[in-house]
Nanobody, 125 residues
Framework: QVQLVESGGGLVQAGGSLRLSCEDS????????MGWFRQAPGKEREFVAA???????TSYADSVKGRFTISRVNAKKVFLQMNSLKPEDTGVYYC???????????????????WGQGTQVTVSS
């Protein structure tokens, strides 16, 4: 059973950095495509970044390109490095895993089967 646990959120000033971590604490050893999404108060969940199951391709939302980097540590762990943070990056960040092998990264929430509980990121101006 896949159990995703996120960490690394917190309060940071604009221009600062945070690194989010997401790890599968379950017993599975299979590989997954991985993604990060975020949800601000009163808004829908939106795509942030994703990496394919093979790790060969990544994708980013236009709003975070050049500032955020998704990286896979191993089959069970993924990071989201967030630099030059802005107040509009504030929200709850969720990681998600998908067992599907795709050519391009999955950017839609419905493409993911497993979700973490979320970690709060707050960027002050």
């Amino acid at each position: 059973q896949v159990q995703l646990v996120e960490s690394g959120g917190g309060l940071v000033q604009a221009g600062g950095s945070l690194r989010l971590s997401c790890e599968d604490s379950g017993r599975t050893d299979r590989w997954y495509a991985m993604g990060w999404f975020r949800q601000a108060p009163g808004k829908e969940r939106e795509f942030v970044a994703a990496i394919t199951l093979t790790g060969s391709r990544t994708s980013y939302a236009d709003s975070v390109k050049g500032r955020f980097t998704i990286s896979r540590v191993n089959a069970k762990k993924v990071f989201l490095q967030m630099n030059s943070l802005k107040p509009e990056d504030t929200g709850v960040y969720y990681c998600a895993f998908s067992p599907r092998l795709t050519v391009v990264p999955a950017t839609v929430p419905s493409e993911y089967d497993y979700w973490g509980q979320g970690t709060q990121v707050t960027v002050s101006s």
